[in-house]
């Protein structure tokens, strides 16, 4: 497995990939993901099975309005290569990137009963952000995302 940036070659590929990961996370449009491929690519890694095929990708941007920040979008293993590391290394990817533009914090959010998620994110140096109520042991922040669009928050910082 290699890790590599987003390239527009490999838009429609990521797409198919994220539609496995519903519920949870949802492809966004082929535009988005040229967007993501020709401005963001640096924070947006793929991780690249040795036949070629995608098996994992992070869609991950540098704050314009803090540029201390560093916000990871999606995350997405595929089904068939999840625990083995690869959420990991991609993750360490945007991490090392994020280090050398001198940010101090990579943050993220789920879906409060994304269980997975959450075990992944706390093994990974995440750290659950206190919220304002708990859902399962997960601490929730009411309407983060606007009306009716609570999240668990987490944040692992990077100095
Ligand atoms: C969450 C997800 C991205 C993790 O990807 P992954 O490549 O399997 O993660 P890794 O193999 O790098 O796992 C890193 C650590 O996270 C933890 N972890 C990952 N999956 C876990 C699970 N199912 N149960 C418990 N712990 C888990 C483990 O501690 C793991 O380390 P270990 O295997 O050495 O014990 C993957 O399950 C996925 O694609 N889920 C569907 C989409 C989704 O929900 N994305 C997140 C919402 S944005």
Not at 91 to 112: F, M, N
Request: glycine share 6%.
């Amino acid at each position: 497995m290699i890790v590599a940036p987003l390239r527009l070659e490999h838009i429609g590929e990521v797409r198919r990939l994220m539609e496995l990961g519903a519920p949870y996370l949802h492809a966004r449009t082929l535009s988005d993901y040229w967007l993501y491929a020709t401005l963001f690519s640096s924070t947006c890694p793929l991780a690249i099975d040795d036949d070629g095929t995608v098996i994992g990708a992070v869609m991950a941007f540098r704050s314009q309005d803090d540029p201390a920040d560093v916000y990871v979008q999606d995350v997405i293993t595929h089904p068939r290569h999840r625990r083995r590391g690869v959420t990991r290394a991609l993750l360490q990817s945007v991490r090392s990137q994020a280090r050398s533009w001198g940010c101090q914090r990579l943050y993220l959010t789920s879906e409060p009963d994304n269980e997975t998620a959450h075990a992944a994110w706390e093994s990974l140096g995440f750290v659950n952000v206190a919220g304002d109520h708990h859902i399962n042991g997960v601490s929730v922040v009411t309407d983060f995302k606007g009306p009716g669009r609570s999240r668990a928050v987490y944040e692992s910082p990077l100095s």
